[in-house]
């Protein structure tokens, strides 16, 4: 018993250590189970603060957008974080502008065009879409933003509106790992179903040719 305790106090004190914080699930399983807290930090480590692809100003941009399509705002770290790496607060409310104007697909392609096609084309649909997402971009390079729109689709299930980007950032020079770097950050707002859809609809979308495989294929 005691030996557990002092296990558990020091996972604990080593993920503060690291963090600067320490999170009411960190207490939880901390106590209940310290070795999948510790487990777990180490996944959080790999995740989101280990260098892989994307830069730190680029990926704390993406979990903005990311976070605000998913309305997750315990994820403010990912703003101050962004803010430590001198992203202005200019290019933040950019990204979560891009989170807003995904949202105009649902309404615009998903609802507009399939309600009332007759009066509202697929192509217009999607060109009225395309200009308010260029507007809501603001100073964020289309690489970024392409990705961003990705991100923030999956993170909507908003499938669709995915393929629609998918080709426009391969093509604005987005790699196929910084892509998947950026869906893989569903795993903690969104979770491990939002992820498989999302990966899914991608593999869909590189069977049609519309874009390269997630899988490298």
Known sequence: MADGKVSS?????Q???????????????????????????SFYERLTLRPRVLGT??????????????????GTIHLKRAEAASVSRELIADAIAIAAAV???????????????????RSDACL??????IAGCGAIEPRM??????????????????????PRAFKAGASRDAIAEGLSYLLMPCGAPALIDAVEAWAKSASEGCCPSPYGE
């Open 145 to 166: 933003a392409e990705t961003m729109a990705i991100v923030s689709h999956a993170a909507r299930r908003s499938l669709d509106g995915m393929k629609f980007h998918l």
């Open 9 to 13: 106090g020091k996972v604990l004190a």
């Open 57 to 74: 100003r680029d990926r704390e941009l993406v979990w903005t957008a990311l976070l605000a399509s998913a309305r997750e705002a315990h």
């Open 128 to 133: 009225r879409y395309e200009r308010m997402f």
């Open 103 to 121: 949202e105009a697909w649902p309404a615009l392609v998903g609802f507009g065009h399939g309600a009332w096609s007759e009066w509202l084309g």
């Open 15 to 41: 993920v503060e250590g690291k963090r600067g914080y320490r999170l009411s699930y960190h207490r939880m399983l901390a106590a209940a189970d310290p070795d999948l807290l510790a487990a777990y930090d």
